[in-house]
């Protein structure tokens, strides 16, 4: 065997470059996600399906209507015009039935009209995309911008999101808020209000402003958004202004009980524009504030401590456990005692209502619960919004997830407290019985 000659080339085709490796860019605001299609398929089919039950239902509450010549009145009448519906996941479309009164011209006022309540007319995007829009604005994209962010989350047929379609959806946000703001209240009662000031990281106008937030809880149970607005949050005139002007637009009933952090200015305007309410304060808020007056090696144990107090069974056993507290640590650490202590009636004031509403009561949760996803959703930009777009924006958000609050725990007990039933250490206390003479009969 020879050796192989360096001058003979190898056959081209063993060293031919396939052609099948070629990829192909993705273009920006394009995407071909197999998933996403087969979502916005079963989407389609899921929506076809609710539209036509809803028709269905429509046409079955007609059926014994009949025209004069014993045909049904109410009938199907083919379909709409096809179209798209923005959703999170992209645009979907659907096909409408048309349902027809074959006993009324269309311009009648007696006419028989199909109102869909699954898909409105006129309805071109979900109520997901209007929450989405918020959020984008609260983290700094510019109304300019929003096309080209919408089409990067949902693709390229977003685009007909505009720059002018989102300024009249903002510009409808905007009186939304208004109307809220101006709403009647004569026929609203709260049995209990929480309060608290929520700083964005999104900046506003005045760095050291807030939005000062009151969510009640009405005699059935359901929360409620109840005040919003901005303001400095250790403020009292801020705090009396919008208590006053729930006063003005007819809430003329003061709460039972207020839940609140002991640092607001919101106490003293309280104190003036409902002085027979109860004080609770909140016992997250003042956990941290006496924690951070002590050494981290005593926080453990102390927290502890201080738990034992709020998960005491009755006010005595409450009682023993904050005096407890304050002997360990007075001497030593005076300051976390002064904390503490100087709060004890307010601080145990949940034991005069019912058992089922005391973890309700003892911190202002249903607040920072609801702006925790909010306050996470902003940034602070390089420009500063306006006070009056940061709240338009995050009651649009609040305003969509008070629909989703749960109800109080043992809400029956809530009309009881309207009445002027009386509780202690959570139990309803029974009157006493009125003693009644025996009476003899007349001769």
Not at 48 to 70: I, M, W
């Amino acid at each position: 065997m020879g050796v192989l000659d360096a001058s003979i080339s190898p056959p081209k085709e063993r060293y031919a470059v396939p052609k099948d490796n070629v990829i192909k860019l993705i273009q920006p605001g394009f995407f071909d996600d197999q998933l996403t299609e087969i979502l916005r398929n079963g989407a389609r089919a899921l929506l076809t399906r609710a539209v036509e039950a809803e028709v269905a239902d429509f046409l079955g509450k007609h059926a014994d209507l009949k025209t004069e010549d014993g045909h049904r009145r109410v009938v199907r009448h083919g379909h709409l015009p096809e179209r798209e519906v923005m959703t999170g996941i992209g645009p979907v479309t659907v096909r409408q039935p048309r349902v027809r009164d074959r006993e009324a011209a269309a311009g009648d006022p007696g006419r028989i009209r199909f109102s869909p309540s699954i898909l409105p007319p006129y309805m071109r995007r979900s109520k997901s995309i209007e929450t989405l829009l918020p959020i984008l604005y609260l983290k700094g994209i510019s109304t300019g911008d929003f096309s080209e962010a919408l089409a990067a989350l949902l693709g390229k047929d977003a685009a007909g999101l505009s720059a002018s379609s989102i300024g009249r959806l903002k510009d409808g946000w905007f009186d939304e808020h208004d109307a809220w703001q101006r709403r009647d209240l004569s026929a609203k009662r709260y049995v209990y209000i929480w309060a608290d000031g929520i700083h964005l990281e999104a900046r506003l106008e005045d760095e050291k402003q807030c939005i000062l937030v009151l969510i009640g809880a009405t005699p059935e149970g359901r929360k409620e958004l109840v005040g919003f607005t901005d303001g400095a949050r250790e403020s009292a005139h801020d705090w009396r202004d919008l208590l006053l002007d729930l006063k003005r637009r007819g809430l003329d009933v003061p709460p039972q009980l207020v839940i609140a952090d002991g640092a607001l200015g919101f106490w003293k305007a309280a104190g003036e524009v409902w002085p027979k309410t109860r004080e609770q304060r909140c016992w997250v808020h003042k956990t941290a504030n006496v924690l951070a007056k002590l050494p981290k090696s005593q926080q453990p144990k102390a927290k502890r401590a201080l738990q034992e107090i709020w998960m005491a069974e009755t006010k005595a056993a409450a009682e023993l456990a904050f005096d407890a507290f304050i002997e360990s640590y007075a001497l030593k650490y005076e300051k976390a005692a002064d904390c503490l202590g100087k709060d004890r009636d307010t601080l145990l004031a949940f034991y005069d209502f019912p058992a089922e509403h005391w973890k309700h009561l003892r911190t202002t949760n249903p607040i920072e619960s609801t702006f925790a996803t909010v306050r996470h959703r902003t940034i602070r930009s390089k420009g500063c919004l306006s006070n009056g777009t940061a709240l338009a924006m995050v009651f649009k958000l609040v305003d969509g997830a008070q629909k989703s609050w749960r109800r109080l725990d043992g809400h029956n007990q809530l009309p009881k407290l309207v009445l002027g039933v009386t509780f202690a250490d959570g139990i309803e206390v029974t009157a006493k019985p009125i003693d009644r003479q025996p009476t003899t009969a007349a001769a």
